[in-house]
């Protein structure tokens, strides 16, 4: 129970090294009781071992909260459905589950009369941008505390801090790897992952085979989707957790979705970052095959503008903004007729697409075939072509022409 008198901050509890070491920290330099969070959105394999762990190193509460449906259906659907690929590479992961921990945590400071929250990013990621952001839009009377940014310790100091005072922590310092992971894809970084001409060693891989050990033989998927969303595997319906959890399966035995980015932190730097996304990797790509039958060319353009412009907004932790909601109307429409089914080839770290079909396809065999049946009338073609090539040729005829090569090989205004 709660002191009389004592300020109550809740922290977002992962049982990693730098929440676990938090929890003592805060307690020692701001006095406050703490009280702890952790957020299952896939990925954390014992929430309740999580929670006790908290208790035991001395949180007055400790809560657990399994979200992980809400994180399907509310986030990565919405990411699917624009595209989102930030620098064209990484799925957002990570990024798409931290404004749902913000929010989840910003509730509970809220039903247990607390006046800060804390986290456990660092002062160089951009985690502490998404989580600060959020709670600022969620909850802007709470304080915002972040340990890990004001602490001023090295990751091996803050090892050894843990030894000194006996906080049991998964790292090493001959293996001192940041892991983050949820169904969506899972995150590497720290350690001699930090050396970007060094090839990453094959042990940080959990998810993905080797291509060169994946099997001998492509294995085939079938993927459905409704309105952008992927509803199905080879025929069969399933949930959307369900359904990711599978293909990450499925693609990683086949070491597909290894990702090795140097990106370009919000905070200024670039970063070296490591990732397995099986799943995220076939079912975007399936997406946008999908996408190119259902789709004009016109939609098809601009729709590459807003994934890019809707990437960022998760990537810079923008997510509970107007900006984002405004681009969610645009894109569920977009979406309307991106229904069908997607088959790829997945082999040897390779995925391909090698058929799509949709009740909505802008694709007409009788149009684009050579054989008989052909119904496109090629007599069209010529006037069309000098109609499309008028403005070309009077400009050409009206300024191009008074331009001739100069000596040397510069081109200057003829006399």
Known sequence: MARKGKQKVVLAYSGGLDTSVAIKWLADNYKMDVITLCVNIGGVKDVEGIRQKALKLGALKSFAVDSRDEFIDDYVFKAIKADALYEG???????????????????????????????????????????DVSVLALGPELKIIAPAREWGMTRDETIEYAH??????PVKASRPYSIDENPWGRSIECGILEDPWREPPEDIYEWTKSPSEAPDRPEYVEIGFEAGVPVSLNGKVMEGLALIEKLNVMAGRNGIGRIDHLESRLVGIKSRENYEAPAATV??????????????????????????????????GLWFS???????????????????TVRVKMHKGNCVIVGRKSPHSLYNFQLATYDRGDLFDQSDSAGFIRIWALPLKIQAQAQLITFKPAKGGKKGRSK
């Open 89 to 131: 590479q990484y799925p957002l992961a990570t990024a798409l589950g931290r404004p749902l921990m913000a929010k989840l945590l910003v509730d509970l400071a809220h039903m247990e009369g607390a006046s800060a929250v804390a986290h456990g990013s660092t002062g160089k990621g951009n985690d502490q941008v998404r989580f």
């Open 283 to 316: 079912i975007l790509k399936s997406h946008l095959a999908l996408e190119a039958m259902t789709m004009s060319r016109h939609q098809l353009r601009f729709k590459e503008r807003v994934a890019q412009e809707y990437s960022d907004i998760i990537y810079n």
């Open 322 to 340: 107007a900006h984002r909601e405004d681009l969610d109307g645009y894109i569920d429409s977009s979406q309307r007729y991106v229904t069908g």
């Open 164 to 169: 000194k005072y006996k906080i049991p922590v």
